[in-house]
């Protein structure tokens, strides 16, 4: 499927403004949206890519720069994570929660966008603000790779708005198995709807075909299974 990409403006609440990368399918129709948020190395190429390839299966696809208050179009190196885990670490939480939210109505208001059908989708650190979203925006799903949601994330676990997909990698040094079921528990505990897979057998990150830890099996699958669960809620 052929695809336009563009370089949008996101007004936020606390009066910034952050960069978005806008994907979508060429033609009018409108069409459901995916929030595609980035690792901790920023809206990157493989984060673009991402985007892009959601965007040839059908979705209008906004991957916002979460960083651009410190650090505007910043990309990280994957073989050097201290420049990425000291703007992570300077990234408070009423700021992302601020950013997601204003993204969120971004892709809600377009004209590209069917009514509606907007979901999140998120890697690592926007895995965990996927569930931030889902828990502050009227979403129809979303999707967590490894985001380390627990334990200070889990009070939007009760305010999810659609159901969530949670993947994880087994072999994670950063999430523990105890942190994972914590939120697949907190998640039960408020009758929310989920779907959890592990693959039990690879690391953190294997979804990423630029990091040393990628899988390419597991990766296809994992493309595979968040298909189906989009396809079946948004």
Request: aromatic letters at 10%; charged letters at 20%.
């Amino acid at each position: 499927m052929t695809i336009r990409t563009e370089r949008v403006q996101i007004p936020v609440a606390d009066g910034t403004t952050m960069d978005g990368y806008l994907c979508r399918p060429e033609g009018d129709a409108p069409r459901p949206a995916i929030l595609v948020l980035q690792e901790i190395f920023g809206v990157n190429a493989h984060i673009r890519d991402v985007a892009e390839r959601f965007a040839r299966e059908g979705y209008v696809t906004l991957a916002p720069d979460l960083f651009h208050r410190t650090a505007p179009g910043y990309e990280g190196n994957y073989a050097d994570f201290a420049p990425s885990l000291k703007l992570a670490g300077q990234y408070k939480g009423e700021q992302s929660e601020a950013d997601v939210r204003a993204a969120a109505e971004y892709l809600a208001k377009h004209t590209a966008v069917a009514e509606g059908r907007v979901a999140a989708l998120g890697f690592c650190m926007g895995g965990r603000l996927s569930f931030v979203t889902n828990g502050v925006a009227p979403l129809k799903c979303a999707v967590s790779f490894y985001g380390s949601i627990a334990p200070d994330k889990l009070p939007y676990a009760a305010t999810q708005s659609g159901p969530i997909l949670l993947l994880w990698a087994g072999k994670d040094p950063f999430i523990p198995q105890e942190a994972a079921q914590s939120t697949v528990d907190a998640l039960r505990k408020h009758g929310k709807p989920f779907v959890n897979v592990e693959f039990s057998e690879h690391d953190h990150g294997f979804f990423c075909d630029a990091r040393s830890n990628y899988n390419a099996a597991a990766a296809s699958q994992a493309w595979a299974l968040t298909l189906a669960f989009l396809k079946s809620h948004l």
